[in-house]
């Protein structure tokens, strides 16, 4: 039987920040320095199905807006987590742009990281975040990051990174992305490798564990 955690001593901890701006080197800095401890959930993998549409179709698909996301569900996997309930979490696969027929079997633990460009922008999500960090970083540095990962990664072509990035990457950015760094309690400048931030984010979460 699974263990039950109550939802006080759960500390949920939302990553957002553009596309390629270092959230998952922040994310994994802290899942090394609390092994064991930490619970992943992301954001892409909660991407609509559309199984009525074609591979063509799908990749023609704004997939940085809000409405490409099934956030609804999120909310309640999260509430789930909180209280202490494994779920089974979607799986998204980028190299066919559909959701995978697979699922993660994923358990609640003391600590729960939300990571995602969107995040922020769905009031409900956010409001169950304790600390919510925006990652910023440069935009050129960004889509360089995002060629290499796409390109190597994904499966995708120089080009079509690009036409994606130029037609709905970039100016969904600048409508919803940036705009959510409002509701951030802490700005990460420089990626996920600034080392005075994750100090300061590493202090708070040892605080979190030694009360609970």
Known sequence: MEEKIMDDNILVIGIAGGTGSGKTTLMNNLISRFEGMVTVISHDNYYKRHDDMTYEERSQLNYDEPAAFDTSLMVY?????????????????????????????????????????????????RNLMDIRIFVDTDADIRL?????????????????????????????HERYVEPSKKYANIVVPEGGKNLVALDMIVGRIQRHLEET
């Open 77 to 125: 996997h999260l509430e789930e987590l909180r209280r202490g309930h494994a779920i089974e979490c979607p799986v998204y696969d980028f190299t066919i742009h559909n959701r995978s027929e697979q699922t993660i079997h994923i358990v609640p633990k003391k600590v729960i990281i939300v990571e995602g460009i969107l995040i922020f922008e769905n009031e409900e999500l």
């Open 144 to 172: 360089c990051r995002r060629i290499k990962r796409d390109v190597n990664k994904r499966g995708r072509t120089l080009e079509s990174v690009l036409k994606q990035y130029q037609d709905t990457v970039k100016p969904m």
